[in-house]
T-cell receptor
Framework: ETGVTQSPTHLIKTRGQQVTLRCSSQ?????VSWYQQALGQGPQFIFQ???????GRGNFPPRFSGLQFPNYSSELNVNALELDDSALYLC??????????????FGPGTRLTVL | DQQVKQNSPSLSVQEGRISILNCDYT??????FLWYKKYPAEGPTFLIS?????DKNEDGRFTVFLNKSAKHLSLHIVPSQPGDSAVYFC??????????????FGPGTSLSVIP
């Protein structure tokens, strides 16, 4: 059984560009959540996808968007990058859209730097 | 305005001694609390949780204490081991079965256990 994987590990972009981050869920998990962890802060919920549909969103602008595919892998897209988007982006997979969130399994994250 | 605070960014403890990590919250609606541990280059992993109907929960070397009147919880690690060196996040939510967007993370405390 493979865990949650994310790619790329690191990424450098310039302001105004677009970026796509990828996540492969743990085998059998149908729900994925994305978090942004800025330097010195805890993870902040961006949104969640359940069976390919968005199922909850945090306080992030529409330029943050996502996709979940039939194999339950997922993408986070960020348009018009801003300097403040520099952060560690974490995805977490789980078996159900809601429930005890101690059953979330996190990937190692993608470190995005916006110059 | 941080709803979950971890006022000690870092903590150093001698191997074999007790580590005490503290967390304060401001939202009186929070009734379920979790601790996550994060190693470098890895995602956070669930460690232990506590519901507000309890004031203590124990799992091996890890014990979490909750003081609802003070809106304070603490994680005790006894005895501390070098492998416990990691960043510890306190998280809180209003409801054990709530959706993930209601989970608020603190900024984390970096624990170093010195051999």
């Amino acid at each position: 059984e493979t865990g949650v994987t994310q790619s790329p590990t690191h990424l450098i972009k310039t302001r105004g560009q677009q970026v796509t981050l990828r996540c492969s869920s743990q085998s059998g998990h149908n729900t994925v959540s994305w978090y942004q962890q800025a330097l010195g802060q805890g993870p902040q919920f961006i949104f969640q996808y359940y069976r390919e549909e968005e199922n909850g969103r945090g306080n992030f602008p529409p330029r943050f968007s996502g996709l979940q595919f039939p194999n339950y892998s997922s993408e986070l897209n960020v348009n018009a990058l801003e300097l403040d988007d520099s952060a560690l982006y974490l995805c977490a997979s789980s078996l159900a859209a809601s429930g005890a969130y101690n059953e979330q399994f996190f990937g190692p994250g993608t470190r995005l730097t916006v110059l | 305005d941080q709803q979950v605070k971890q006022n000690s960014p870092s903590l150093s403890v001698q191997e074999g001694r007790i580590s005490i990590l503290n967390c304060d919250y401001t939202n009186s609606m929070f009734d379920y609390f979790l601790w996550y541990k994060k190693y470098p280059a890895e995602g956070p992993t669930f460690l232990i949780s506590i519901s507000s109907i309890k004031d203590k929960n124990e799992d091996g070397r890890f014990t979490v204490f909750l003081n609802k009147s003070a809106k304070h919880l603490s994680l005790h690690i006894v005895p501390s081991q070098p492998g416990d060196s990691a960043v510890y996040f306190c998280a809180a939510s209003a409801g054990m079965k709530t959706s993930y967007d209601k989970v608020i993370f603190g900024p984390g405390t970096s624990l170093s256990v010195i051999p």
